[in-house]
């Protein structure tokens, strides 16, 4: 569960080509990073995978099922973005129960999976408090905790991280780096932060101008970069 193949994926938006014949296969349970310059179409990648927007172009498989037509919210996966998009006017729990409280499942199940996620996420003490009231860090946590209580397949983030300061930066990225341990979930990462891409990364995809420059773990590009260009964004010497 959790393997995602694109295979020459396109997304224009009017005259505007975005992606440009991306070609990737991600495994099961693995943790792959996006970096590349602002623009280059990480985030609009991320949302054609969960399918918040629609190919131009290609095809999207999931778990070899095909999903070009499926919605997103029967794709069975999880986006996580760097504005929280929590809702102001909930608790913390009834942010985290929203989503499931609109599908079938039982009451039992849903207060199951928010207390497993509070546990796992350590913010049991403060369910009760609206996200007006909680610290960055701790609205981040809420907002991946709404992510694992649908237990998605794949994890998407958006620069989860971005907009905490550094020393919390640091300290939720080991959080999530032993929550994929612990999940076993696959994980699609975006990030600009060299050093989150270098240490979280199964694998590091580098993009450039909507296209794929160069694929390889962290070691790889580190020692072997296909140009200059890789070489910039990975802080190998050139
Ligand atoms: P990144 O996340 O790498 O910074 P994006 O995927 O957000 O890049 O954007 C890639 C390009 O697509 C940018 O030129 C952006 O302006 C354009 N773009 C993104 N979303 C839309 C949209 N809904 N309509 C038109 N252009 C868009
Ligand atoms: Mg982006």
Do not use: W
Request: aromatic share 6%; proline share 4%.
């Amino acid at each position: 569960m959790g393997e995602i193949k694109l295979t020459d994926v396109k997304k224009s938006f009017g005259a505007l080509a975005v992606l440009k014949d991306i070609d990737l296969h991600i495994r099961h349970g693995e943790f792959v990073v996006f970096v590349g310059p602002s623009g280059c179409g990480k985030s609009t990648l991320l949302r054609t995978i969960a399918g918040l927007e629609k190919v131009s172009g290609g095809e999207i498989e999931i778990d070899g099922k095909r999903v070009n037509e499926v919605t997103a919210a029967d794709r069975g996966l999880a986006m996580v973005f760097q504005s929280y998009a929590l809702y102001p006017h909930m608790s913390v729990r009834q942010n985290l129960a929203f989503g499931l409280e609109n599908s079938n499942m039982p009451k039992a199940e849903i207060t199951e999976r928010i207390n497993e996620a509070a546990r796992m996420l350590e913010i049991e003490a403060y369910m009760d408090r609206r996200p007006g009231q909680l610290s960055g860090g701790q609205r981040q946590r809420v907002a991946i905790g709404r992510a694992i209580v649908r237990r998605p397949t794949a994890f998407l983030l958006d620069e989860p991280l971005s907009n905490l300061d550094a020393e919390l930066r640091v300290s939720t990225r080991a959080e999530l780096a032993a929550l994929h341990g612990r999940l076993g979930s696959t994980m699609i990462y975006v990030t600009h932060d060299q050093v989150e891409a270098m240490t979280l990364a199964h694998r590091i995809v580098v993009m450039r101008a909507g296209k794929i420059e160069q694929v390889g773990t962290p070691l790889e590009l580190y020692n072997e970069p296909a140009n200059r260009f890789v070489a910039g964004f990975i802080g190998a010497p050139h």
